[in-house]
Every structure is written in structure tokens, then in C-alpha cells.
């Protein structure tokens, strides 16, 4: 196992590249740009960093010169063999051959697109514009690189002892943590910790950790390169991006009404009725489960990404419900600012209802609370989004209205359309 303060102090991360595999991304990336590749190959994107801690002025922060190395790095990368044997051959969710063979080939002479960097008022405008497939692809790398370049910047300022405390601190922490959820019965939990993680070596330790601790009750995670290096599942299905870029591709409100139904019309004939989860709040769950065709209801189960998590599971479980279906046989599966409190809260309240997991992120791999002086490694939330589809601006209104984006009068026009009133809002925590 990795010594990871011993190689902090002795190389200041040097001989670690912070992005070190094309796959070092979130299994669902994968999976929706080969539904990409296939639906929507000429559909012209932008993605842009959306820092939405202002209080961390990243470009106070971190040096611009590292940034760019790290950047133009990601843009050497390609597929190893050995990469590329794994996703072709593996069985993911039962299924062999996930990837297509047109998708593989088109994915294995990869390199991703160029970037725009510039900095305004104490902050980075990072944006990456370009065909859809390519452009994805740039999400996790980018956000997993400025998180760990804000690490890095941290940790240069301590000496051999403080960062061999600080790990054994934070090592500890998790170790509690784990404890305590392994009390749980029936307990099922994912590392969903990529995005926002503090490093690459500590999200690969928090999984080796979550693997002893736990044992079946962790369940994989969503990191390519961990689930390849330490033989545990690839978890994944798909995210708020697919409905809010069909939707910008809309020609007007009633197929914008039907695009995010669009969407899980194609995910289903993509994936031959494998992973059938919903994502029911790009656009309000409420709408989208009061106008959701019957066929969604027969699906396995709903992811919650916004909003109160037991509010937002309630919901689900009555939908079911009046749509003829049996909870029991559903899946609920957690994923919005999770910290062990809240997972046994949930569990408590849901677990002899429904079949419930978790997908655990930043507060798995990067729960630095505390450990430094002036917090000065708490995570922060930094997102990064499509923001333009052929020219057209996209929209997510969410279950919180503070996770909402887009210009004010298309989130106007969205609100229409998807019937959505009054929303609480709520702090964002990562």
C-alpha cells in the first residue's frame, strides 16, 4: 500500500501525474458517450467549470503554468491494451461485451480536444467546445484535476511530520466512519468520490479501505482505472448531461416536454434493457414522474441527485405504487452530498421498503475536515457542465433551485414547460 505522505513530501506529487489513464473517469461517462456516439456523434458542445464556492478563488490558488501541464498531460493520453482488454472483454452488470466494437475502435485512437483557459476575477473560466463524444470526456479529468491541484497547493506548506499526522488523521476518520456503517445491515455503498476527490493515491486508498472495512457490502466503485487496478464492479449508469443537451436540442416546448423521456427511449435500446435507472430531476422530479410514460415505471429503480433525499425517496416509492408496481422490487439509490449520518438515517428509514444503495463521493474522498489549519482542505463544490448544445443554451432546474443553470429566461421557459412551482431551497455541501 501506497505511503502516500512519504511520497508527498519526498516528490511534492511530481512523479504523479494527477490524471494518469483516459479511463481514470467515472464508469458512467463511458457508457453515456458510446449512447453519445451512436444517438448524437455531430452535436457540437460546450462544457464549462462552474465554480459554485466562490469563496475559493482557485486562480489565487493554484499556479496557471501547473494547471496547463496537467491539462495538456490529460490531452497525451490514450488507451493501454490492457485498458482496452478490460472494457471490451469484462462483464459489467452481467453483460459481456458492454462496449461495442465501433465505439471501441473510435474510443482507442481517442485524444481528447484542446481547452480554453483564462482568468477572471480571481477564478478560472475553463471551457472545452467540440463534438459531443470528444467533449465529455473532458468532465471528470478536469474537475479531479483542480481539486487536487487545490490539495497540492495545501500540502506544500506542511513539513514531513504534519502531513504524516494529517494522513494518519484523515485515515483514521474514514476507518470510523466504515466502522459504523458496517453496522448497518444489509448496508450496500459505492465509491461515486472521482469528481471532487483530494487525490488520485487517496481515492484508491479509501476503496481499498471501503473493501477490507466492509467487504460485500461495498459494492464497487465508479473510478475505471480503481475497478480495473483492484478487481472490484464498475458502477454507473447516467447523469443530468443526456437530458439537458436533448433538451437544448428541442425545436419547441412539446418536444422539449418529451426530451428527457427522448432519453431514456435511446439508454434503453443502447443497453438492451440493462441499467434502467432513472434520473428523475434534471428538470423536476415532480413533473417528470407525473408525466412519465408506464414503461419507466416497469425500469429498476431511481437515482436521487437533489432535494431532500427521504422527500425525493417517498416520491418514488408512491409512484410506484400508483403506477402498479411493487417497491419492494425497486431500487433507490442515494447520491447527493452523503455523509455517514445522513446513509444511516436513510437506511434506517428505507431499507425494509425498498431496495436501497448509496453511491458515496466527496465526503468518502475528500473529508479533510478539520485536519489543517483555517479548513484550508475542506472540499469545496465545483462542478462542470454542458452549457450550449449547436448553440443553444442548456438548462438543469433540479429538485434545489440553487443547483440550477442556464440564462434566466430559458430556466423561465423550462419552469413552464415542466410545470415546476415552488421549490426549497437548500445549501449546496459539495
Known amino acids: 500500500m501506497t505511503d502516500i ?11 504523479d501525474p494527477i490524471v494518469r489513464s483516459l479511463i481514470d473517469t467515472d464508469f458512467y461517462k463511458l457508457l453515456m458517450c458510446q449512447s453519445v456516439y451512436r444517438n448524437k456523434p455531430d452535436t457540437r458542445v460546450t462544457f464549462s467549470l462552474i465554480n459554485r464556492s466562490k469563496d475559493v478563488r482557485l486562480a489565487e490558488l493554484i499556479d496557471e503554468g501547473e494547471l496547463r501541464e496537467q491539462l495538456d498531460h490529460i490531452r497525451t493520453l490514450s488507451l493501454s491494451r490492457g485498458e482496452s482488454t478490460w472494457l471490451r472483454g469484462n462483464t459489467f452488470y452481467g453483460k459481456r461485451q458492454m462496449f461495442r466494437a465501433d465505439f471501441m475502435e473510435w474510443f482507442e485512437n481517442l485524444r481528447l480536444p484542446p481547452y480554453n483557459l483564462e482568468k477572471r476575477d480571481g477564478q478560472y473560466e475553463l471551457t472545452f467546445e467540440g463534438l459531443w463524444p470528444e467533449v465529455m470526456l473532458w468532465e471528470i479529468p478536469a474537475l479531479a484535476t483542480l481539486m487536487e491541484l487545490r490539495s497540492r497547493a495545501v500540502l506544500n506548506r506542511l513539513g514531513r511530520f504534519e502531513l504524516e499526522v494529517l494522513y494518519a488523521r484523515a485515515m483514521t476518520k474514514l ?77 419547441s416546448d412539446e418536444a422539449l416536454a418529451e426530451a428527457p423521456y427522448r432519453v431514456l427511449a435511446d439508454w434503453h435500446d443502447e443497453h438492451d434493457g440493462n441499467l434502467r435507472i432513472i434520473l428523475p430531476d434534471t428538470f423536476g422530479t415532480d413533473g417528470f414522474l407525473k408525466r412519465a410514460p408506464n414503461w419507466l415505471a416497469r425500469w429498476t429503480g431511481v437515482r436521487i441527485d437533489s432535494g431532500d433525499p ?20 425497486k431500487r433507490i439509490i442515494f447520491s447527493d452530498g452523503l455523509d455517514v449520518e445522513t446513509i444511516e438515517t436513510l437506511h434506517a428509514r428505507f431499507h425494509d421498503r425498498t431496495r436501497i444503495s448509496f453511491g458515496w463521493g466527496t465526503f468518502l474522498t475528500n473529508d479533510f475536515r478539520g485536519l489543517v489549519a483555517d479548513n484550508a482542505l475542506s472540499p469545496f463544490s465545483i462542478v462542470c457542465k454542458a452549457v450550449s448544445a449547436d448553440g443553444r443554451p442548456t438548462v438543469k432546474l433540479s429538485d434545489n433551485p440553487n443547483k440550477a443553470t442556464g440564462p434566466a429566461d430559458e430556466i423561465a421557459r423550462y419552469k413552464r414547460v415542466f410545470d415546476v412551482g415552488a421549490q426549497e431551497p437548500a445549501d449546496i455541501l459539495v
Open 5 to 15: 505522505a512519504t511520497r508527498v513530501y519526498n516528490h511534492k506529487w511530481k512523479i
Open 175 to 251: 476507518w470510523e466512519k466504515i466502522e459504523r456503517l458496517k453496522a448497518l445491515d444489509g448496508v450496500s455503498i459505492a465509491d461515486f468520490g472521482t469528481r471532487r476527490r483530494h487525490s488520485f493515491l487517496w481515492q484508491d486508498w479509501c476503496v481499498q479501505a471501503m473493501m477490507e472495512g466492509l467487504g460485500p457490502a461495498f459494492i464497487g466503485t465508479s473510478n475505471c482505472l480503481i475497478a480495473l487496478r483492484r478487481e472490484v464492479e464498475a458502477i454507473g449508469t447516467n447523469a443530468h448531461e443526456l437530458p439537458m443537451v436533448y433538451a437544448a436540442l428541442a425545436d
Open 310 to 329: 427521504a422527500t425525493a425517496a417517498q416520491k418514488a416509492i408512491d409512484w410506484w405504487v400508483e403506477r402498479g408496481e411493487d417497491p419492494r422490487d
